[in-house]
Every structure is written in structure tokens, then in C-alpha cells.
């Protein structure tokens, strides 16, 4: 998030997610199913405006469903409660928060960059106030919020300029993206692209597969073991 440079963990597992029980993780996943149904029957009329609209069509059905995607990694759906909070709390698609923390942190409290980003959400040191914990989950997440309605505001909208804000800076949104840093582009192609997978309901992203490939895996080994050791 802001202007940083992180080091990707490198490694690939060869397994990711744990076993659940079958019911539990159905019944979590029926206001996603139903909130995917109200998003197909409304393609059709989307398809011709694109991402954004699926983007605004999905916000107003989470209001009524709170929907979250069954494709994020079981360490992203460890918060998958708080996210929905936070999404109402801040009037945020809850997809894209989660999106974001996928490629941020893989949902480790307590994770931060080289640069100084923090935790779950990986906010920089500078948008918080004097005294706060930048690593209690709630206070994260309210200044991540914040800067992710700044973004969304400095691109217009526009979902994949407002994931490259988040990572690159506001002036990424001004910049052509060949300009832009690497990473601001690794984080446009994988943010946009599992966002779009997540809002229409996909219970698989080969997008995130590629995130996990590329050291995203590790990460989420790293998130798994800190989840664990929370009281």
C-alpha cells in the first residue's frame, strides 16, 4: 500500500488449503451463492459497461447478503466476518476488501514490509495518528478503508486504477502504466483479475493460483502459523 517496495516470499507448498467439515463452509457460502444468482441474472445488461457496474451492482446486493466469494484462501476466510464488518462499516464491496488482503497479507495480523507497511491490510506507518496500533486488526482496517475510498476517488471509480493506487500511490492513477512500477503492474493484473472472478461467484481463480505461485504461497504459510499462534 503507498509508495513501497516489498520482497515476495519466494517458496511454493505443495498443499494449501486445510480440511473443513462440508456444512460449516456450505452455510458460509449461501449468501454467496444467492448473491452470485441476483449478479448472473443481471449480466447480461453489465457486460456492456464492464467491471465497475458488476463492482456497483455487487455493493448494492451486499447489503442485503454480505456476500464473499469461496475462491480466497482459507487464511483470508479465517477473517472473513471482520471483512464483511469492515465492508458495511466503510461502505465497501466486501470482495474487494478481500481482494486486498489476499495480495496484501494472505490475512497475517501481524506481517510487515521492509518498507514499514503493517499488517493485515499492509497500510503505510504514515497514514495512521499519533498512538494508534497500527497492528490491531479494527484500526487497520479503518485506515486501510480510508486510503481504498481515497484510491477509489483518485481513479474515478475505476477498480483496477484503485488497486494500482493502493500499491503505487495516487499518482499512478495520472501515470500511463508503462510507467508505472513493476509491481503497481503485478498488482493491477492479479487485484483486477480475482476481484472480477470473486463477483460473479467463481469457487476457483486461476489468477490467484498464479499470486500463489509466484511466493503468495508462503505468505499464506507464514498467515496460517500466526492465525494459530492468536489467542
Known amino acids: 500500500m503507498g509508495v513501497k517496495t516489498r520482497s515476495r516470499p519466494r517458496g511454493r507448498a505443495t498443499t494449501r488449503r486445510r480440511p473443513a467439515g462440508v456444512w460449516p463452509r456450505l452455510l458460509r457460502q449461501l449468501p454467496g451463492l444467492a448473491a452470485g444468482i441476483a449478479l448472473a441474472l443481471l449480466a447480461p445488461r453489465l457486460a456492456a459497461v464492464g467491471l465497475d ?53 494472505c490475512g497475517h495480523p501481524t506481517i510487515h514490509s521492509p518498507a514499514g507497511a503493517q499488517g493485515l491490510f499492509q497500510v503505510m506507518p504514515f497514514h495512521f495518528a499519533s498512538g494508534e496500533d497500527m497492528l490491531d486488526p479494527d484500526t487497520n482496517a479503518r485506515r486501510s ?7 477509489q476517488g483518485y481513479a474515478g471509480g475505476d477498480i483496477g486504477l484503485t488497486l494500482a493506487c ?19 503492474r503485478r498488482y493491477y493484473r492479479w487485484g483486477t483479475a480475482i476481484y472480477a472472478d470473486a463477483l460473479v461467484g467463481k469457487p476457483h481463480s486461476e489468477t490467484l493460483d498464479q499470486w500463489l505461485a509466484a511466493g503468495g504461497e508462503r505468505l499464506c504459510q507464514m498467515a496460517a502459523a500466526a492465525q494459530r499462534a492468536r489467542p
Open 53 to 105: 457496474a458488476y463492482a456497483r451492482a455487487a455493493h448494492a446486493v451486499s447489503g442485503l447478503f454480505s456476500p464473499l466469494a469461496p475462491l480466497f484462501t482459507p487464511e483470508v476466510d479465517y477473517w472473513a466476518g471482520d471483512i464483511r464488518r469492515w465492508a458495511a462499516d466503510y461502505g465497501l464491496e466486501p470482495n474487494l476488501l478481500a481482494t486486498v488482503m489476499q495480495i496484501e497479507s
Open 145 to 151: 478503508a480510508n486510503f481504498l475510498k481515497a484510491c
Open 166 to 184: 493502493y500499491n503505487g500511490g495516487p499518482r499512478v492513477t495520472q501515470t500511463p502504466s508503462s510507467q508505472w512500477p513493476d509491481e503497481a
